[in-house]
């Protein structure tokens, strides 16, 4: 059973930073691509950044870019997403989702999220 538990999330001033995890089990971390998602409130799901497998390969939202960086640790199966610059508007849950292969940001999985907040 695939199962994907994000943290680090919490309150944070706006200018200020957070590094988001997810830890992945129960499929091979390794083969698969990963992505952020978010939602803020009364809002859909926003997709935010992706990873390919072995990390190679990144992009970003255009709304995060330069502000965010997606990584990995394939030993530790476990992604990252550092947030630096946080605004307002950054302010939702914040979920992992798992690729349904190597490259691609088609999502299989995700999961509970982390909530972050940014207000001051």
């Known amino acids: 059973e695939v199962q994907l538990v994000e943290s680090g999330g919490g309150l944070v001033q706006p200018g200020g930073s957070l590094r988001l995890s997810c830890a992945a089990s129960?499929?091979?971390?390794?083969?698969?691509?990963m992505n952020w998602v978010r939602q803020a409130p009364g809002k859909g799901l926003e997709w935010v950044s992706y990873?390919?497998?072995?990390?190679?390969?990144?992009s970003y939202a255009d709304s995060v870019k330069g502000r965010f960086t997606i990584s990995r640790d394939n030993a530790k199966n476990t992604l990252y997403l550092q947030m630096n610059s946080l605004k307002a508007e950054d302010t939702a849950v914040y979920y992992c989702?798992?690729?349904?292969?190597?490259?691609?940001?088609?999502?299989?999985?995700r999961g509970q999220g982390t909530l972050v907040t940014v207000s001051s």
């Open positions: 990873i390919s497998n072995a990390g190679g390969t990144t």
């Open positions: 129960g499929f091979t971390f390794r083969f698969y691509a």
């Open positions: 989702a798992k690729s349904q292969g190597p490259y691609g940001r088609t999502t299989d999985a």
